[in-house]
């Protein structure tokens, strides 16, 4: 599957985002898709994701209450909603999937994940 990340930009401290990964080459139905993000001299973290069937989904907690994923089925598109951002917001923001199946435990690791998109720039500015 191939991952198209993009939505970042410069956004002042309280703002919002909206960043959008499109899938293409395979069905979404047995993956999970994640947004992980990296800021400079730190290591790739995972943000949160989402189970492409059913549709739960899964935030680390200093995001919990901000940041909302979903599902477009019709743009094979998952979608980040990044609202009340903060400064330390600011990283490369990437997309990534991995097939999974019904019941599984969520996967938080870069290391877990087999396909990327490109990075995009988020930068929350004070």
């Known amino acids: 599957v191939q991952l198209q990340a993009s939505g970042g930009g410069l956004v002042q401290v309280g703002g919002s985002l909206r960043l959008s990964c499109a899938a293409s080459?395979?069905?979404?139905?047995?993956?999970?898709l994640a947004w992980f993000r990296q800021a400079p001299g730190h290591e790739r973290e995972f943000v949160a994701a989402?189970?492409?069937?059913?549709?739960?989904?899964y935030y680390i907690d200093s995001v919990k209450d901000r940041f909302s994923l979903s599902r477009e089925y019709a743009k094979n598109t998952v979608s980040l909603q990044m609202n009340s951002l903060k400064p330390e917001d600011t990283a490369v923001y990437y997309c990534?999937?991995?097939?999974?199946?019904?019941?599984?435990?969520?996967?938080?690791?870069?290391?877990?994940?087999?396909?990327w998109g490109q990075g995009t720039q988020v930068t929350v500015s004070s």
């Open positions: 990534a999937g991995k097939t999974t199946w019904y019941g599984s435990s969520w996967y938080r690791t870069a290391q877990d994940y087999n396909y």
């Open positions: 080459g395979r069905t979404l139905s047995t993956y999970d």
């Open positions: 989402i189970r492409w069937s059913g549709g739960s989904t």
